[in-house]
């Protein structure tokens, strides 16, 4: 069965440092991929998904992923980071099976941002 | 247009009560998920209904738990009688259904803790 591996449980940034978050998933052939945050308080909200195409996606509030077939991967990356990016990030894939699709989520990475 | 709502955000229960959380999907989305996160581990998938039928509940516990989606509304997940371990984060998701390129949306959970 598939699995996510996300390697950073707990990352504390600074305002303005760059950002790059792991997340490795265990076997290939087609897959939808996800990142899903989130904040204090709210719902599990979309940051972005790859399906195909561009393995460079970009998503809400300057997030990026990239989808590396190669090495099973597609880490969540931003350039600046805000203290408004403190939150839960959870990287998730789809997997197939019958008529069910269902998400296999990492373990999540929480992001403690500092002023 | 409204989202995936969930009710209640919060539930403490003692050991061996009855529990029901309520999911209300985005209007239209015949596809329905329930998810669990137990305690800082990865979200799992429990079940998912397509309008009233269930397609898959090979993520239920147990038959402790028991979840109806009448009338492929809104859905019902009970757990009788609960036991310390059910303690956790139910999410709900709903999506529309589009196979390959199936996108869920999240409810804001439901924490229920038993004591």
């Known amino acids: 069965a598939q699995s996510v591996s996300q390697h950073n449980h707990h990352v504390i940034l600074s305002e303005a440092a760059s950002l790059e978050l792991g997340c490795n998933y265990s076997?290939?052939?087609?897959?939808?991929l996800f990142w899903y945050v989130q904040y204090p308080g709210q719902h599990l909200q979309l940051l972005l998904k790859?399906?195909?195409?561009?393995?460079l996606v970009k998503g809400i509030k300057g997030f990026e992923a990239e989808f590396i077939k190669s090495k099973f991967s597609f880490n969540l990356r931003k350039p600046s980071v805000q203290w408004s990016d403190t939150a839960e990030y959870f990287c998730?894939?789809?997997?197939?099976?019958?008529?069910?699709?269902?998400?296999?989520f990492g373990t999540g990475t929480l992001l403690a941002v500092q002023p | 247009e409204a989202g995936v709502t969930q009710f209640p955000s919060h539930s403490v229960i003692e050991k061996g009560q009855t529990v029901t959380l309520r999911c209300d999907p985005i209007?239209?989305?015949?596809?329905l998920y329930w998810y669990r996160r137990v305690m800082g581990k990865e979200i799992k998938f429990l079940l998912h209904?397509?309008?009233?039928?269930?397609?898959?509940e090979s993520g239920m516990p147990n038959n402790r738990f028991l979840a109806e989606r009448t009338g492929g509304t809104y859905s019902t997940l009970k757990v009788q009688p609960a036991e310390l371990e059910d303690s956790g984060v139910y999410f709900c998701a709903s999506s529309q259904g589009y196979r390959e390129r199936e996108t869920q949306y999240f409810g804001p959970g439901t924490r229920l803790l038993v004591l």
């Open positions: 209904f397509v309008k009233e039928s269930k397609q898959d």
């Open positions: 998730a894939v789809m997997e197939y099976g019958g008529a069910t699709n269902k998400l296999i």
């Open positions: 209007s239209g989305h015949d596809n």
């Open positions: 076997y290939g052939g087609t897959v939808n």
């Open positions: 790859y399906f195909s195409g561009d393995p």
